[in-house]
């Protein structure tokens, strides 16, 4: 039965269409469709619609279902369009009349905005925080291997020496740039949207403040066409933030599978991380690197895709908005998975201290080399010109042991700034 059925049943396969995989993706909410219609039905009470009986007793049949929630026994069967139709039936099937009344001044569409946005604030945070924990192993790995170099390269050509401590310091900066795309998209969901019902309000007195304070928004989303058009919008907000974090992480792995190779073996893993071949007795292959590449590649597309969902559309509420809780829950999902399997596997890195012993990375050091003679007083461009002759000559003789002194370089990775910058936007 429809919430909003009058008589004529609708035809099974429009409901199989239009519902999809609703349900499924409704289950991440409920929680929090629950938490939103417990400040409404206080609320509700706060303005006369309720009776304080019928609150209390609201509120106890809510705290049942959060509870069957959280124990996983909360199921939405097909007879139900969604998670708020079954909650509703629950009450009614509890609480008779009392149950019927919760509906008041309200709407799905800002139900599901409601629970949409405390969800992505819960989420966000939990995000903030794998990420904090993946910079945190990043940064214990740049300080105990700061004085071990690495070559660093342009075009993939043997460029400049660079280090270990430079190379993951460099991903852990990254990180601190990504929370402030998360910060943002925090800041968006951070507003009440419950009140807004269809899209235009309500002729009932409503207290709209009351629900932003009891439910813990920053602020409320006043406009209430603007509250419904945040629909999409606050998912583009986080999934932008998702994404920034993907890029940091996919480049990451792109590094690590190159430096895995046995053509540069920078690093290595022990074997319980990496997977073997079917027919190659010999291969250790970077398969979880691989697959975090892939996953954050996809999940750069899903802001696209949302866009692609709401580009065009109308103000107000359109049930295309639906397919935006598809994109945004499992990208949450897949984007916690990669950052606990980073940390996880890079607290198991081992690094090569001696790279650069070889010889075919001398030409690291032919800047530094020609920096020293412009020291004594020698013009760059001549000092350059007299590099370039002896490299051609195969007189180069290397300087391996000159200091980079600067803020962020090799020599100075300023870990102490790159943490208090995090310290900053983690205490936001
Ligand atoms: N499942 C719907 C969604 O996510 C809930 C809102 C339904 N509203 C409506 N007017 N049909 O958008």
Redesign the pocket.
Known sequence: MKL?EKGIGTDKKIDHFT?GN?RE??LHLAKFDVMASKAHAKMLGEIGLLTSVEVQQLLKELDAIALAIENGSFTIEDSF??M?SKIEFILTEKLGDTGKKIHTAR???D??LVAMHLYLKTELGEIKILTHSLFEVLMHLAEAHKDSLLPGYTHLQIAMPSSFGLWFSAYAESLVDDLYFLEAAHKVADQNPLGSA?GYGSSFPIDRSYTTKELGFETMKYNVVAAQMG?GKTEKAVAFAVSSIAATLSKLAMDLCLYLSQNFNFVSFPDTLTTGSSIMPHKKNPDVFELVRAKCNLLQGVPNQLGLITNNLPSG?H?D??L??ELIVPAIEEMKACLEIMAFSLKQIKINASILDDPKYDYLFSVDTLNELVLGGMPFRDAYKKMGKEIESGTFNPKRNIAHTHEGSLGNLCLPEIREKMRQVMAT
């Open positions: 909003w519902v609703d993706w409704d369009e969604d708020h709407s799905r569409n139900q599901v269809a629909r509420y049930r908005l639906q935006t809780k």
